[in-house]
């Protein structure tokens, strides 16, 4: 499913420039602030103002590993790579820093509001990728923790699969959890988990 790109207004918001002192930083320091944005500068370590910043532009010339707080490709707001050398190798470790967007350097006089949409665009994008594939995950480990404990009332029972699926069901209503978290009780009961009070008593119970 596609999404619009959204239009920023970033009045007030905060850009970080990792750059060694260079002309590049002065022309998009003007950007930036005629933009609306609030801008520091700093190289080579940022320490605890790459946390606070809501953009952050990197040097993709000389920026090294461990050079950021967080794992690479794991940064907390967009990343803008600043380029000069075409060198596949930087380029490459640019990427592999994070980076959701570039800017050619030497900077002039435009170019770093579309760079500031696509970023933002791509870490939105990134983020909501994330959430889906942990959201995947879950229910994965939810649907395997029902096939374990299905088979578990099947075993206990000595009855069909239908039968525990539908004891499952029963077990969840009496419990009033849903039908994963009883499945979940019940594996950790039987892996030697705590039980809920009065889960004997529903288990033995429900259907059957």
Do not use: C
Request: aromatic share 6%; glycine share 12%.
């Amino acid at each position: 499913m596609r999404h619009p790109i959204r239009y920023l207004n970033l009045g007030g918001a905060r850009a970080l420039i990792l750059h060694r002192p260079h002309p590049t930083v002065q022309a998009l320091s003007r950007q930036l602030t005629a933009i609306g944005l609030e801008v520091t500068s700093l190289w080579p370590d940022p320490g605890g103002a790459a946390l606070a910043a809501d953009f952050l532009f990197f040097d993709a010339d000389m920026g090294h590993d461990g050079q950021l707080p967080w794992r690479p490709g794991e940064a907390p707001m967009p990343m803008i790579a600043l380029i000069g050398s075409e060198a596949p190798g930087r380029i490459e470790w640019s990427l592999q820093a994070g980076a959701h967007a570039q800017l050619l350097k030497p900077v002039g006089d435009s170019g770093a509001y579309s760079a500031l949409l696509i970023a933002r665009a791509a870490f939105d994008a990134r983020l909501a990728l994330s959430a889906e594939v942990a959201d995947l995950r879950r229910r994965l480990d939810g649907r395997q923790t029902v096939v374990r404990a299905v088979t578990l009332l099947a075993a206990r029972g000595q009855r069909g699969e239908d039968e525990a699926y539908a004891q499952l069901r029963q077990i969840a209503m009496a419990w009033r959890v849903s039908f994963e978290e009883a499945a979940r009780r019940i594996v950790a009961r039987k892996d030697g988990g705590t039980s809920a009070p009065g889960d004997d008593g529903a288990a033995e119970g429900g259907g059957g």
